[in-house]
């Protein structure tokens, strides 16, 4: 259907991918020209806060608000008319399902009306890929590396062969790493997202003031519930103690458990390494952006004999850009997708 279409644009290297994410709570879109970014625009949906956490109907109400108005003002900023655009690419999953449907809904629309391919992009490779979007202030690995996954709903470790030739080394077994940091949070009080103010705590407390189980677990995979209840006992004892004991604390508190969470998932990656012999590793996902994590990796280098590869902090989170760069990677390859394509809430890597 796009053979002619495909062959001229590959042939001039003049694409233009218009990209859309809508996994969670976010609403993105962005363009891009060939690998580079040329606008990367963000809805984030503040009613969540009030309820502690993500309100799926809420978040599907919201992404029919916000996604006209977001697309419309990535096309701004780029400074293109859609009818410039080469093709669309869609998260099609992981992540939930009326999220999913909105975005996914709306991209084959537009690609229909518009007689341009549409390509379906996974949020988690995404996150990993996000490393080749041209930008002078970052740099890209090259194959083999190590992948670290580390978001609200994941946390893997992948061995990346190619741009589409990725393997899970380990995951978890239970809770992911961004859940244990927001569930943590709120049971020290912290307000939704509570990732964010327990690295922002860490950073003025003494790391080693108090001492957490690291959970043992054979192999590269991960753990965190038994993190989450040894610290949820922590705190009742504490509080009956002293039931200012959080307020007194908290700096102290929050480095002890950011400290422990690191420790656990550079023990997978220095194992991870150890064992496949690979010596460059990448961080992706929204967890990536958390400073301790970031500092840790890049004492990496010196420690290990690492090329570690941290992306910005505008490709950690969840955004259209890094679903952007997979779809210029699959529209070089004519990988498209028909309008047939429903979204897949969940959606494992290679599948």
Not at 14 to 31: G, K, M, P, Q, R
Not at 153 to 181: C, P, R, S, W
Not at 218 to 225: I, V
């Amino acid at each position: 259907m796009y053979t002619n279409f495909y062959s001229k644009n590959v042939e001039n290297s003049n694409i233009y991918i218009l990209a859309i994410e809508s996994s969670c709570d976010d609403t993105s879109a962005a363009v891009l020209h060939n690998n580079r970014k040329l606008s990367n625009v963000v809805a984030t949906q503040k009613i969540h806060e009030e309820y502690g956490g993500v309100v799926p109907e809420l978040a599907s109400r919201a992404h029919q608000q916000n996604i006209v108005p977001v697309v419309d003002r990535a096309l701004a900023k780029a400074n293109i008319d859609k009818k410039q655009l080469s093709a669309i690419a869609f998260t099609r999953g992981p992540g939930l399902m009326g999220s999913l449907l909105v975005g996914t809904s709306f991209a084959k629309s537009l690609a229909q009306g518009l007689g341009i391919p549409l390509i379906e992009v996974n949020h988690m490779e995404a996150h990993i890929l996000a490393h080749f979007i041209k930008d002078e202030e970052q740099s890209m690995p090259g194959f083999p590396f190590l992948a670290m996954t580390i978001s609200g709903g994941h946390t893997q470790i992948v061995k990346v062969n190619d741009y589409f030739d990725m393997e899970i080394l380990g995951e978890t077994l239970d809770d992911a790493v961004g859940e244990a940091f927001d569930k943590s949070a709120k049971l020290l009080g912290l307000p939704y997202p509570g990732g964010p103010l327990i690295d922002a705590h860490a950073k003025k407390g003494n790391p080693k003031a108090f001492k957490f189980p690291k959970p043992k677990v054979e192999g590269l995979n991960f753990s965190f519930s038994g993190l989450k209840t040894s610290i949820l006992y922590f705190i009742q004892k504490e509080t009956a103690a002293n039931p200012d004991f959080i307020a007194e604390n908290i700096d102290d508190i929050c480095a002890s458990m950011q400290y422990t969470i690191i420790n656990i998932l550079m023990d997978k990656l220095k194992l991870a390494s150890k064992q496949t012999g690979i010596k460059q590793v990448a961080i992706g996902g929204g967890v990536s952006a958390n400073s301790g994590i970031r500092k840790a990796l890049t004492e990496a280098n010196k420690k290990y004999g690492w090329k570690t590869y941290i992306p910005k902090f505008e490709y950690c989170t969840d955004n259209a850009a890094m679903i952007g760069i997979v779809g210029y990677l699959k529209f070089m390859e004519g990988s498209f997708t028909d309008q047939g394509v429903s979204p897949k809430a969940r959606f494992a890597l290679g599948s």
